[in-house]
């Protein structure tokens, strides 16, 4: 595994994601060939991590994610869910439209092209589908960032300092630049690395995707803003007013 030390050499890494395919008994797995040799199904499997005795922690709203591996080599794993009413229907079951169009497939190439761009999103690691007759369920695995907390947390029995709210807002112009729109951009999808001048990340790209610019760019913007309104409502101590919101939107502009 590469030593990524200095932004000079995390700038070559980035530009190092190579995308490689293979087919599995009914299914599909594409992979950053610079990172995995010949992935195998097990990595997407909870119990072969906890066999290895390198599951981490499981977390995650919807409880779909893991933590595996051990030291400088942890992954995020991340079965695909759905929300909301059809959820009755199907937990995690979604409409085959073809390969290219499945959700893991979609994100995984979409954060490529964000660090490719130099965006910070974690690294895509490997993703996989397995089909069923007109359906398919979906897995991601990503790099996992250390030292870091979700923005809710952060404000969560604590202040984030004016620079770091900033640091968000300059963080979302960056990716506006560049056309990506965050389809969930919400106060548990970006994330801050725990130092003065933190690094902000930005997570969870299911659905996400390249265009011109335009209004949407508004809506994800408020669409935040209602997150950690609400994420205030749920909890208490959480510092966050107009004044945290100026404090972003002068980062952003
Ligand atoms: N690459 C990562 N590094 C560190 N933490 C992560 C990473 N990906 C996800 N997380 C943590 O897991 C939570 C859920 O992940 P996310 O990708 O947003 O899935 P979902 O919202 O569908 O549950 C995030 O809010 C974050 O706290
Ligand atoms: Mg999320």
């Known amino acids: 595994m590469l030593q990524v030390r200095g932004e000079r050499l995390e700038l070559l890494y980035m530009l190092a994601i190579s995308e490689g395919q293979l087919r599995t008994a ?10 995995l040799r010949k992935p195998g199904a097990e990595l997407f499997d909870v119990e072969h991590w906890r066999a290895e005795g390198s599951l981490q922690e499981i977390a995650g709203g919807r409880a779909s994610i893991a933590v595996v591996g051990s030291g ?8 695909y869910r759905r929300g909301g009413l059809i959820a009755r229907i199907s ?3 979604y409409f085959w439209l073809g390969e290219a169009r499945t959700r893991s497939f979609a994100e995984w190439r979409l954060l490529a092209e964000l660090r490719r761009r130099g965006l910070p999103v974690p690294a895509p690691v490997a993703a996989r589908y397995v089909r069923g007759a007109l359906t398919y369920t979906a897995d991601l695995i990503t790099e996992y960032l250390p030292d ?3 923005l809710a947390d952060a404000i969560t029995g604590a202040q984030l300092p004016a620079e770091q709210w900033s640091i968000v807002g300059k963080t979302i112009a960056a990716f506006h630049r560049e ?7 919400n106060a548990h999808n970006i994330l801050i690395e725990h130092a003065v001048a933190p690094r902000v990340y930005l997570l969870d790209f299911d659905r996400g995707r390249i265009e011109a610019r335009g209004s949407w760019e ?26 945290q919101w100026a404090w972003l939107m002068a980062g952003y502009e």
């Open 26 to 35: 009914g299914g599909g797995i594409l992979y950053d060939t610079s990172r």
């Open 72 to 79: 400088e080599q942890r992954w995020v794993l991340r079965h």
């Open 91 to 93: 937990r995690d079951r």
């Open 148 to 150: 870091c907390r979700t």
């Open 179 to 185: 056309g990506v729109h965050h389809a969930d951009l």
């Open 218 to 243: 508004q809506d994800v913007l408020a669409r935040l803003r209602r997150s950690l309104e609400k994420t205030k409502a749920q909890r208490s101590a959480v510092a966050f007013t107009a004044e």
